[in-house]
């Protein structure tokens, strides 16, 4: 091509180029003078020495760690032959703290998650059934029975696929842990002549009431001492019979002589209205108990003076009154209680 006016473009070839050889690279881009030094005897005598001095250190590193978790192991669980008894072991103080601490953690937990459908404490909420019966505490509610029900949820007990009892175990989608199942299941089946400490749920430190700033306290559930009457019949699985009237142990028929007298009591706010109670002596008589707590259940446990129950009542929630027929009785003072709230209904009935 051409710039010149009037001419016409020429056709011009690109330039031919002479071929081009590669350049040689060396291996190595440092000075040459840079790669002439070598290790001369001493150094590789000192490279080796580092190298063997590395190694033994690190070998009795592992044997100090070796020897520190055998110390420890056996200290924990002793030594063989019985040289040596388990730390948790020797005066039961150390197994006994750490229970103690399971079951104030268990309170938390019980207070986050169950306390809403089975009553703050335990004596049920129309929503789930009462878990401080003393009947149920006894057998049905085992440690394993609640491992089970906290697993795979109120299908275990009833086989209800709609049962409002959730899965509670992470291990099945649940919210909980296995440490804190152990706890939950450690307060539930705590025991009534213990007194625990009420804390922290973070900082695990003791609550305080703020208006006498004493320490706050509750104590467990369960009587350690309790046993069933003879021939009692075990609480079922399905806690749904607890709404209808049933429950463990003997169920008394109603009321059928219209002469005999009635002894009354009325439930109300979980407290019994009389905690003085008077009926005759060696004839039977009429108890009837008013049931005004709605969707709560109650009943009324009568124990002799040894604490040997002579007498107990359905349980059922309110609104609603049952009579029973009671007796004869031998003259003496009788304690009684609601089995489901031992802790705040109680009171004395005296036979005369």
């Keep these: 091509m051409t710039d010149t006016p009037g001419r016409e473009p020429e056709e011009r070839l690109p330039a031919v180029r002479p071929p081009a050889e590669a350049v040689p690279a060396e291996r190595f881009t440092s000075h040459p003078s840079v790669r002439t030094t070598e290790l001369d005897p001493e150094r590789s005598a000192q490279i080796v020495r580092q ?45 006994a703290a750490q229970q103690v601490l399971s079951v104030e953690r268990g309170y938390n937990i019980y207070e986050a998650n169950c306390a809403r459908c089975h009553g703050e404490q335990g004596e049920g909420g129309g929503i789930g059934p009462a878990l401080n019966r ?17 697993h795979a949820g109120g299908r275990y007990a009833c086989g209800d696929s709609k049962s409002l009892m959730p899965v509670w175990a992470d291990t099945n989608g649940g919210p909980l842990n296995y440490r804190q199942i152990e706890e939950l299941i450690a307060f539930l089946r705590a025991p009534d002549d213990a007194t625990f400490v009420k804390r922290d749920e973070e900082l695990l430190d003791p609550r305080v009431d703020p208006i006498t700033g004493e320490v706050e306290t509750f104590v467990g559930w369960r009587d350690p001492d ?26 008394p028929g109603p009321s059928t002589d219209p002469n005999a007298q009635v002894v009354a ?88």
């Excluded at 505490?137 to 440690?143: A, D, G, K, R």
């Excluded at 309790?226 to 169920?251: H, L, M, N, Q, R």
């Design 51 to 95: 190298s063997s001095n590395a190694r033994w250190v690190g070998f009795l590193s592992v044997v100090v760690v070796i020897i520190f978790v055998s110390l420890y192991w056996f200290l924990e669980l002793g030594f063989p032959f019985g040289l040596t008894q388990p730390r948790l072991g020797v005066d039961g103080t150390e197994l």
């Design 134 to 150: 003393q009947d149920k505490l006894f057998l049905h509610l085992s440690e394993a029975y609640l491992k089970n029900i906290l």
């Design 226 to 251: 309790y046993k069933p009457e003879p021939g009692a019949t075990p609480f079922p699985d399905c806690w749904s019979v607890e709404f209808t009237g049933g429950g463990g142990g003997e169920t």
């Design 265 to 352: 009591f009325v439930a109300t706010g979980i407290l019994y209205t009389e905690t003085e109670v008077t009926a005759p002596a060696d004839v039977a008589f009429t108890l009837t108990l008013d049931n005004q707590d709605a969707a709560i259940p109650h009943d009324v446990v009568i124990n002799d003076a040894g604490g040997t129950q002579v007498f107990k009542t359905d349980t059922f929630p309110g609104v609603e009154t049952r009579s029973y027929t009671v007796g004869p009785l031998d003259a003496g003072a009788y304690p009684f209680l609601c089995s489901v709230h031992p802790q705040t209904m109680t009171g004395t009935l005296t036979v005369e």
